[in-house]
C-alpha cells in the first residue's frame, strides 16, 4: 500500500519513512504542505499521514482542499498540540484519527491499520482468489498445496493485483504505486518481480495466472485445472 507522509521535521520524517517502509508500505515523504497538497491531487494513495504544522500550507488546509475536491483516502493528522479544540477541528475539517507528538511507532501502525481496514475495498486480513489468498500481517501467499513468504515489493504487487482481480494494470501504475515517482529504477524491475511472482505462485501449487497484455500491463485471472 501506498502512503503519502507530509512532516516537516526531517528527521521525524526519516525515521518515519523507514518504519513504515519496514512495515511494507511505499512511503512518498514530504516536508511542506504545498508538496503535500501536490502529491495527494496528482498521486495514487492508499493513505495519508498528516502533520498540522507546516510551512506554506497548514495539515488542515490540506484536508479541507482534498475533502473539496472529493478525495476519500484515509488520513491520520500528527500535531504537537494535545487540547480538545485542535482534535475537534482536525476532525471536522475531515481527519478519520489524529495522533499527538510524541508517539510511539507501535501505536501509529496501529492506528494506520486501523484506517485502512476501514475502506470498503478491505476484508479482513487476508484477500483471497480462486485458489490462493494474501495474509496481510503476515505477507504469506497460500494456496491448498502450501504457502510461501513474499518479499515487500512481491507482497505490493500480488495485493494490488488481488484487489483487481481480470484488471490489466500498467508497468507505470506499477512503478509509481510501489517504486514510487522519483524512483530510478527501470521499467524492467516490474517483468523481474512479474516473473519471480509467477514462480512463487507456481510453487504454492496454485492455478491462478499473471497474464501479460502486451504493451499495455499485468493481469490477475483464474485457471482451470486441465
Not at 475533502?67 to 482536525?90: C, F, N, Y
Not at 521499467?187 to 519471480?196: F, G, P, Q
Amino acid at each position: 500500500m501506498r502512503i503519502l507522509l507530509a512532516e516537516d521535521e526531517t528527521m521525524l520524517a526519516d525515521a518515519l519513512q523507514v518504519i513504515l517502509q519496514h512495515n511494507q508500505y511505499t512511503v512518498d515523504a514530504v516536508y511542506d504542505g504545498e508538496e503535500a497538497l501536490y502529491y495527494l491531487e496528482n498521486g495514487e494513495y492508499d493513505a495519508a499521514i498528516l502533520d498540522i504544522m507546516m510551512p506554506k500550507m497548514d495539515g488542515l488546509t490540506v484536508l479541507k482542499t482534498i475533502r473539496e475536491k472529493g478525495q476519500k483516502l484515509p488520513v491520520l493528522l500528527l500535531t504537537a498540540k494535545g487540547e480538545i479544540d485542535d482534535r475537534v477541528a482536525g476532525l471536522d475539517a475531515g481527519a478519520d484519527d489524529y495522533l499527538v507528538k510524541p508517539f510511539d511507532a507501535d501505536e501509529l501502525l496501529a492506528r494506520l491499520r486501523a484506517l485502512l481496514r476501514r475502506q470498503p475495498e478491505f476484508h479482513g486480513n487476508v484477500l483471497t482468489f480462486e485458489d490462493i489468498s494474501l495474509d496481510l500481517n503476515k505477507f504469506i501467499l497460500k494456496s491448498n498445496k502450501g504457502e510461501t513468504r513474499l518479499s515487500n515489493k512481491e507482497f505490493q504487487m500480488l495485493e494490488m493485483l488481488m484487489r483487481n482481480p481480470g484488471q490489466v494494470i500498467s508497468t507505470e501504475r506499477f512503478m509509481d504505486r510501489i517504486w514510487g515517482y522519483e524512483t530510478e529504477a527501470d521499467l524492467n524491475v516490474v517483468w523481474v518481480y512479474v516473473s519471480t511472482l509467477r514462480k512463487k505462485l507456481k510453487e504454492v501449487g496454485s492455478n491462478t495466472k499473471i497474464k501479460v497484455a502486451r504493451n499495455v500491463g499485468y493481469s490477475l485471472e483464474g485457471e482451470k485445472d486441465d
